[in-house]
């Protein structure tokens, strides 16, 4: 299904999907209206770093800025908010209603707590924010306190050792030295600015929630109802379209088609497969509407039906009745039949419609010494006009000592090329694969045929399920 067709399915069914959207948007609007209101406080916080001396950088800042930000999210502040909050929450619920995030370059942080009214949204806010201080406060403490420790430690040492020593030893005056000098040192270590975290907004919570958003939901469920329901209308229309949705293919390609089913094509290439051929073999031959065609046209409307595999199988099995049979490739835009039977590509049907002759183009084929075979021939600008023209209809009447031509076309739904061919043929035979032909493709192609003159004569359904007949050979 193109593009086109695909908005044309949308358009036509425009009143069901409005329904549907709206009527889903109104639910939405409603359910979302009840749901529990979720509001959220916010404090500014200040973080000034360490003067060491050399002035204040702001990357410095706003490094900190982002680290105590990360801070404030751990178990250890979200659990102390908690517990400070006075509200009835645990510590995986302040986790989960916690948040902070560094704002600018500056050196500011922001504190976010959610809950359901603004009181205790500001509440947990606000825990949040005395917790997260309190914790970089311990922290600097505590490494203050292991940055004095080896100091405190030495010095201890120097106090017992000139303790032990006699009066006026004269050692205790050294030793007393380097018990000032540890002091000197402890105290500046003490007088070191630490990095400062401060409020610089207390929590404040706005009236309007940050969720539900009714209005927003329902504009949302509208739209994705209405896109959700305009492909769920295409998809089962695309399947619906489809020939043989139902058991009875036979009866369906009938109906739709208006023609007979000449032969079904099992999948495979094993002994139903060549019986098959046998099938279509003779009820193309005994066909009284055709009057026992002697030109036959193998067309479809699409590229993937297997058309070429027909074509030839078809003309193998007539061939094996002693009867002279000639394929042609007419599908010039794709030729595949000199692959498929180990021929030379050129000279070929384009050869001699350009004027060579036709019995050099004429191909035996290794095992089939009744059946020959007219390659595609090297590449033209405008098949069509080729194949169209007075040359390709001289082309079959040269050939009327052969008893069956089979004509391979380009799809009729791609190419003219096709409706050119069949026209000039005695009989055309379409081919369907059954999970992949659509009724309303199938019934303009054959409308189309139908315009161009061609004598559609009947249908063969390739691919289908493998019918077991070995028990009737066994019994």
């Not at 209308?233 to 088609?257: E, F, H, K, L, M």
């Amino acid at each position: 299904m193109d593009l086109a067709a695909h908005f044309r399915i949308i358009a036509r069914a425009w009143k069901q999907i409005l329904i549907a959207g709206v009527l889903v948007a109104v639910a939405m609007f409603f359910w979302s209206n009840r749901a529990e209101r979720v509001y959220e406080a916010t404090a500014l916080l200040a973080v000034t770093p360490s003067d060491t001396g050399l002035g204040i950088n702001a990357d410095q800042a706003t490094f900190l800025a982002k680290s105590y930000a990360l801070y404030a999210e751990t178990p250890r502040v979200t659990a102390a908010a908690a517990k400070s909050s006075g509200l009835d929450i645990t510590a995986n619920d302040a986790a989960s209603l916690i948040s902070a995030s560094a704002v600018g370059d500056l050196g500011f942080l922001e504190v976010y707590a959610k809950g359901p009214s603004v009181s205790e949204a500001e509440q947990l806010s606000s825990a949040a924010t005395v917790a997260l201080i309190d914790a970089v406060r311990a922290q600097q403490t505590a490494s203050l306190a292991q940055d004095i420790a080896p100091i405190q430690a030495q010095r201890v040492i120097l106090q017992k050792q000139l303790s032990n020593l006699p009066a006026f030893d004269p050692q205790a005056a050294s030793i007393q030295a380097n018990i000032d000098a540890l002091n000197k040192v402890e105290a500046e270590r003490r007088a070191q600015p630490a990095n400062r975290v401060n409020v610089a907004a207390s929590a404040h919570a706005s009236s309007t929630p940050i969720s539900p958003h009714p209005t927003r939901s329902a504009v949302v469920a509208f739209l994705l109802t209405c896109i959700l329901v305009g492909e769920l209308i295409v998809a089962s229309r695309a399947i619906g379209d489809r020939i043989g949705r139902t058991g009875d293919d036979d009866a369906d390609v009938a109906r739709i088609t208006g023609l007979p089913v000449l032969g079904r094509i099992p999948k495979g290439e094993g002994f139903e497969t060549v019986e098959a051929f046998r099938v279509l073999r003779t009820n193309l031959m005994v066909l009284e509407a055709a009057g026992r065609p002697r030109t036959v046209a193998v067309v479809s409307n699409t590229q993937d039906a297997g058309k070429s595999f027909i074509s030839i199988n078809l003309a193998q099995s007539a061939s094996a009745l002693d009867d002279k049979v000639v394929l042609i490739d007419a599908d010039l835009r794709r030729p595949t039949i000199h692959e498929q039977l180990s021929v030379p590509r050129t000279p070929g049907l384009t050869s001699v419609l350009l004027g060579s002759d036709l019995s050099e183009a004429l191909r035996k084929v290794a095992e089939s010494p009744f059946l020959r075979v007219l390659s595609s021939g090297p590449p033209v600008e405008d098949p069509s006009a080729i194949l169209g023209a007075r040359a390709f209809r001289v082309v079959l009447d040269t050939l009327r000592a052969v008893r069956l031509v089979v004509v391979d076309t380009p799809p009729s739904g791609l190419f003219s090329d096709a409706l050119a061919v069949a026209s000039q043929c005695d009989a055309t035979i379409f081919v369907l694969d059954l999970k992949n032909s659509k009724q309303q493709q199938v019934r303009q192609a054959l409308e189309e045929l139908q315009r161009a003159g061609a004598n559609v004569v009947g249908v063969v359904v390739n691919r289908t399920e493998v019918v077991n007949r070995s028990a009737y050979y066994e019994a």
